[in-house]
């Protein structure tokens, strides 16, 4: 399926990559995609959000997946690692987008599959990611792909006048056999019981 798709991991910027980064992006959120900008960003604001992708991929932190069709990127996503030092085995799916008129064809399943693969052979354990409420189309595919919900802030993504809920999903993916997995079980270091309180 990946290579019908025209997919390619790109670890470095090219001027075509950011050129058709920028119109992928324009084109997405002109139409109110969730992607991170309220208005179709500047080609300076695409580049600098490209730059930092990079650098996260160049320290091993990160993967950049780009799907083409007759020479034209038409859907693009990305895996994010947590820099906070407890949290390295964490990663976040970022900026999943197709283009629209691309849709119809499943170029974000395909891409958000790749992703997920690719985190998994890079050792991410957990994969979590944010959508809108109101996006149910998305929120069914990452449903069909094995991610769970595991909150909702309601009512705080905002769109001018309007408000949506965040909703938070997650994917466990493998874990070295090793691990001690406490969960919220008042064991192992900084625990504590719930205080008895008077009967």
């Known amino acids: ?8 991991w790109p670890t470095d910027m090219t001027d075509e990559l950011a050129r058709q980064s920028h119109l992928l992006i324009g084109a997405v959120t002109e139409l109110g995609g969730a992607i991170g900008w309220m208005t179709p960003p500047t080609r300076a604001e ?16 990160g993967a950049l997946c780009t799907a083409w069709r007759d020479g034209r ?5 990305g895996w994010l ?13 970022v900026k999943i987008m197709v283009n ?8 974000g399943e395909v891409v958000t599959r790749e992703l997920v693969a690719n985190a998994a052979a890079a050792g991410i354990e957990t994969l979590v990611l944010g959508v809108r409420g109101n996006n149910h189309l998305a929120i ?13 802030l309601p009512d705080v993504i905002e769109v001018g006048d309007e408000r ?12 070295p056999a090793h691990l001690i997995l406490r969960g919220s079980h008042p064991s192992g270091p900084g625990s504590s019981p719930r205080r008895r309180r008077p009967g």
Do not use: C, N
């Open 81 to 93: 690692r947590d820099q906070v030092p407890y949290f390295r085995h964490l990663a976040e799916l």
């Open 164 to 175: 949506f809920d965040d909703v938070r999903m997650y994917l466990k993916l493998s874990r």
């Open 140 to 152: 069914q595919l990452y449903e069909e792909l094995g991610f769970a919900e595991w909150g909702r």
């Open 46 to 61: 695409t580049d600098e959000w490209l730059a930092d992708m990079f650098a996260s991929i160049v320290a091993g932190d």
């Open 1 to 8: 399926m990946a290579a019908e798709s025209g997919l390619e």
């Open 73 to 77: 990127l038409v859907a693009m996503g």
């Open 100 to 107: 629209p008129g691309a849709r119809g064809a499943r170029l």
